[in-house]
T-cell receptor, first 109, second 110 residues
Framework: AQRVTQPEKLLSVFKGAPVELKCNYSYSGSPELFWYVQYSRQRLQLLLR??SRESIKGFTADLNKGETSFHLKKPFAQEEDSAMYYC???????????FGTGTRLQVFP | ETGVTQTPRHLVMGMTNKKSLKCEQH?????MYWYKQSAKKPLELMFVYSLEERVENNSVPSRFSPECPNSSHLFLHLHTLQPEDSALYLCASSQAGLVIFGPGTRLTVL
């Protein structure tokens, strides 16, 4: 079965601390993985996708097929990073996105 | 407003009412979606339309009825809803794997 697991509902850190939001997936084929972010009172928006291999707002995520993980990392968290983060998986032959339950990141000053 | 728009942004309705949610995209995308976002559940995919044809219906109750008259517009018709249907309903569109979400309609069923 296709599934995305985000084990942490809430992650709280102080400004300047490293951040890692965990995401594990279950998929039989070659998935495409995404991270979406939802800031307070804003719409859900794409943060990054694994095929782009880019860093957005200082965040990176590497697809680890051996561990079936796609953890989101940032070396130095900022207060403006506080938001809800969703990991998502896309089946290669469909446009369907399967979301995890989300992790709320709180960055304290 | 560019991207994906949704109207209304907020809706309060009784259980016997009939209402419709509207979604519009002018991105040239060929797939459109309805998602439900509740406080205690992950984002739930409700319906998928690809090239105006419904390709997925995730066991959604018949009190929710989608309509896709053309590739730019998507509706969700609501009829005799229950209080547990109160949630944020998100529309999205996609092309080549890139999904763009609308701002959502906050629905409250009394």
């Amino acid at each position: 079965a296709q599934r995305v697991t985000q084990p942490e509902k809430l992650l709280s850190v102080f400004k300047g601390a490293p951040v890692e939001l965990k995401c594990n997936y279950s998929y039989s084929g070659s998935p495409e993985l995404f991270w979406y972010v939802q800031y307070s009172r804003q719409r859900l928006q794409l943060l990054l996708r694994h095929i782009s291999r880019e860093s957005i707002k200082g965040f990176t995520a590497d697809l680890n097929k051996g561990e079936t993980s796609f953890h989101l990392k940032k070396p130095f968290a900022q207060e403006e990073d506080s938001a809800m983060y969703y990991c998502a998986l896309r089946s290669y032959n469909t446009d369907k996105l399967i979301f995890g339950t989300g992790t709320r990141l709180q960055v304290f000053p | 407003e560019t991207g994906v728009t949704q109207t209304p942004r907020h809706l309060v309705m009784g259980m016997t009412n009939k209402k419709s949610l509207k979604c519009e995209q002018h991105l040239g995308h060929n797939a459109m979606y309805w998602y439900k976002q509740s406080a205690k559940k992950p984002l739930e995919l409700m319906f998928v339309y690809s090239l105006e044809e419904r390709v997925e219906n995730n066991s959604v109750p018949s009190r929710f009825s989608p309509e896709c008259p053309n590739s730019s517009h998507l509706f969700l018709h609501l009829h005799t809803l229950q209080p547990e249907d109160s949630a944020l309903y998100l529309c999205a569109s996609s092309q080549a794997g890139l999904v763009i979400f609308g701002p959502g309609t906050r629905l409250t069923v009394l």
